[in-house]
């Protein structure tokens, strides 16, 4: 097995082909990110998908796993571009990795909408639900890592990588991100083990930003 991830990353003990030939693929996508959507980010929804995956027997680890690994090439398109770019707009290109892994062409397209519907939130009011169950375990499991103490690292992490400060109020900042996003992903979780594992998540965001907020004007 070659070992695709980048230093810190969590690497599955079991993964394997098609896994990480796949990942081989993503190491062009991702390889240079410095926003928090990188291989070990792929990774880590990877390792929480297929998890939650072992408890639902209808799901397709194949197809959950894979999806993790390919569900943020829009990011890097978007980074090429210098702007937000739709995953429905990616497909071509994550078929593309597919098929340089050889992935099977039966379960392409079943990852394909999982990719295109991962990320949509009802706090936003635009999500459409999948009809597949890999589609939720894919937006719990990426939801969860933008949670708790990576997520809030991530959260910072894209804030740098974008030029934009750690508190402002002009809406880009990493701790106004806090109220616009990360404190919503608890009410967006599909499966029971997400759920539980959001409520820890969440309450520690919710420390940090208390602890944070009174650091910055020195009352702590």
Do not use: Q
């Amino acid at each position: 097995m070659v070992d695709t991830s980048p230093p810190g990353a969590v690497v599955p003990d079991d993964v394997g082909h098609p896994f990480d030939a796949v990942a081989e693929a993503m190491r062009e996508w991702l390889g240079d990110d410095a926003t928090g959507h990188d291989l070990a980010h792929a990774w880590r929804v990877f390792r929480v998908a297929t998890d939650l995956a072992a408890e639902r027997p209808a799901a397709d680890r194949e197809v959950v796993g894979v999806a993790a690994l390919v569900h943020d090439v829009h990011r890097a398109m978007g980074a090429e571009r210098g702007e937000y770019v739709h995953p429905e707009e990616s497909l071509e290109e994550v078929e593309s990795v597919l098929a340089a892994a050889s992935f099977p062409a039966t379960k392409r397209d079943a990852v394909l909408h999982c990719v295109a519907l991962h990320e949509e939130y009802a706090f936003r009011g635009d999500r459409r639900e999948g009809d597949r169950i890999e589609v939720e375990l894919l937006r719990d499991a990426d939801n969860l890592d933008a949670m708790g103490a990576v997520g809030v690292a991530r959260c910072f992490a894209y804030a740098g990588a974008h030029g934009n400060p750690m508190w402002a109020d002009d809406g880009s900042s990493a701790v106004e991100h806090f109220e616009a996003k990360l404190l919503e992903l608890r009410e967006e979780m599909h499966t029971d083990a997400a759920r539980e594992l959001a409520e820890e998540r969440h309450a520690f965001l919710e420390r940090f930003l208390e602890r944070f907020r009174a650091e910055w004007f020195g009352r702590a």
